[in-house]
């Protein structure tokens, strides 16, 4: 979960909490890593790890001295990798996001990068040794859902890596699709901190990622053109009516 749109430490504090999340995305860019808006200090009291994100940067170079300056910051040589196109769509640019990607990883980052969902660029991202693909369902903040569930299925049944799906999440039947389509996990933040009721949310944002995890290993029944009848009806007219234990059965 992200840290992001909360009102307050306290809001956010809750909504963590019961979201369940063991790792937590804050903005380096937003964020004083001394400890001056006290997100990280909450963090560390939660015992929640942090995952430095480079949102905000608009190029490789950007994000990659991003990177760095959180490296050196936080201890962790993990990123979630943001380069953006611009602030009204907040989508990808992938030529950048690739760049930045090969960069870090030669740097010895562990990249998680926030792609778009086309399966050709989260394949260079994978080939480029990024550790996860991250692709969006829908554009940053919108609450729109998964608008392309097919590219999302195609980059799952091509990815070696983890795939988890970032932003556009507005409620919980979009989590659980995203799993049951396949992802290993969901970000999410918007939805949760900008709802009337975060915690509560929250919570139900962590039964859907449960739900739709399960609803993917059970396997589902095959979906048919046709009605089939759950029950056979053919033992019922041949039973023996002549015996009462049968037949009130």
């Given amino acids: 979960m992200g840290t992001g749109g909360a009102t ?3 809001v956010l504090e809750r909504a963590l909490v019961a979201s369940g999340t063991e790792l937590t995305t804050v903005a380096m860019r937003r964020v004083d890593a001394g400890g ?3 997100v990280l200090g909450l963090l560390e009291r939660l015992g929640i790890a942090v995952l430095p994100n480079t949102a905000g940067c608009r190029g490789a170079a950007e994000a990659v001295l991003t990177a760095q300056l959180a490296r050196e910051a936080l201890g962790t040589s993990w990123i979630k990798l943001e380069v953006v196109a611009d602030e009204r769509t907040l ?3 992938v030529v950048e996001l690739v760049d930045a990607a090969e960069r870090l990883v030669d740097d010895g980052f562990t990249v998680l990068p926030y792609t778009s969902d086309d399966p050709v660029v989260a394949r260079r991202l994978e080939d480029a040794g990024c550790a ?4 969006l369902g829908s554009p940053i903040g919108t609450g729109l859902g998964i608008r392309n569930p097919h590219n999302l299925e195609m980059i799952v049944a091509a990815a070696g890596v983890p795939v988890i799906l970032d932003a556009g999440i507005g409620t919980a039947s979009d989590a659980v699709l995203a799993m049951e389509l396949g992802c290993d996990a969901v970000l999410l933040a918007t939805a949760v901190t900008r709802a009337t009721d975060p915690e509560r949310m929250a919570r139900a944002m962590r039964a ?3 739900a739709g995890f399960d609803a993917r290993h059970a396997g589902r029944i095959p979906q048919r ?3 089939q009848a759950s029950s056979p009806v ?3 007219w041949t039973q023996d009516t002549s015996n009462p234990s049968q037949a009130d059965s």
Avoid at 132 to 135: E, F, L, S, T
Wanted: net charge negative; no cysteine; charged share 20%.
């Fill in 132 to 135: 996860a693909v991250m692709p």
């Fill in 234 to 236: 053919r033992d019922f």
């Fill in 91 to 93: 989508l990808p640019d």
């Fill in 208 to 210: 859907a990622v449960e």
């Fill in 225 to 227: 053109f046709w009605a």
């Fill in 8 to 10: 307050n430490l306290a």
């Fill in 36 to 38: 001056g808006t006290g």
